[in-house]
T-cell receptor, first 111, second 116 residues
Framework: LAKTTQPISMDSYEGQEVNITCSHN???????ITWYQQFPSQGPRFIIQ???TKVTNEVASLFIPADRKSSTLSLPRVSLSDTAVYYC????????????FGSGTRLQVQP | GAVVSQHPSRVICKSGTSVKIECRSL??????MFWYRQFPKQSLMLMAT?????????EQGVEKDKFLINHASLTLSTLTVTSAHPEDSSFYIC????????????FGPGTRLTVL
């Protein structure tokens, strides 16, 4: 499984765009990039998943450069409720495989 | 969407007692469920993979006789912490994969175990 590296923490203010970058230099051809969000004392929640270029859904965008050695989760106009830990995971899409969580990025949104 | 529940959400027990945690997939069948443990300010660590109708596969360092896993049906997996000790106090989270969304795993809300 490809190892991921993320910033330990980030601070932002309400209304700002937040970009969290994840490095995964050893990503394999069949690996996808998935981001999860976790609030305190809750299970992780799926945010977005992609393989290359750009993916957008109702909550976030995921930018993946051509070499796929990194990815950036973009949260537009964050609010206080976006304060959470964000995990970047890399691996094959196969529901029977467990997920390997890295250290995650603790995002603190201030008013 | 796919929903996974856990019960109880919080449990406090005395040292030496056993605690059972249930993980249910409410609206889908899950042939595979996973159990994770998370200590404060740390990431999730996989404990074991639970397959319906077969023995669980434990990660290195996880005692299978202490953490008993049973996956008797396609919608229920249980984790029993036997003879719990204070160092077993943690946040236990299960997840399940759904055929509805290949590659996406759905996590339960977690169970906070406190052993006195």
């Amino acid at each position: 499984l490809a190892k991921t590296t993320q910033p330990i923490s980030m601070d932002s203010y309400e209304g700002q765009e937040v970009n969290i970058t994840c490095s995964h230099n050893n990503i394999a051809t069949n690996d996808y990039i998935t981001w999860y969000q976790q609030f305190p004392s809750q299970g992780p929640r799926f945010i977005i998943q992609g393989y290359k270029t750009k993916v957008t859904n109702e909550v976030a965008s995921l930018f993946i450069p051509a070499d796929r050695k990194s990815s950036t989760l973009s949260l537009p106009r964050v609010s206080l409720s976006d304060t959470a830990v964000y995990y970047c995971l890399v691996g094959e899409i196969e529901g029977r495989r467990a997920l390997t969580f890295g250290s995650g990025t603790r995002l603190q949104v201030q008013p | 969407g796919a929903v996974v529940s856990q019960h109880p959400s919080r449990v406090i027990c005395k040292s030496g007692t056993s605690v059972k945690i249930e993980c249910r997939s409410l609206d889908f069948q899950a042939t595979t469920m996973f159990w994770y443990r998370q200590f404060p300010k740390q990431s999730l660590m996989l404990m074991a993979t639970s397959n319906e109708g077969s023995k669980a596969t434990y990660e290195q360092g996880v005692e299978k006789d202490k953490f008993l896993i049973n996956h008797a049906s396609l919608t229920l997996s249980t984790l029993t912490v036997t003879s719990a000790h204070p160092e077993d106090s943690s946040f236990y989270i299960c997840s399940a994969s759904s055929s509805l969304a290949a590659g996406e795993q759905f996590f339960g809300p977690g169970t906070r175990l406190t052993v006195l």
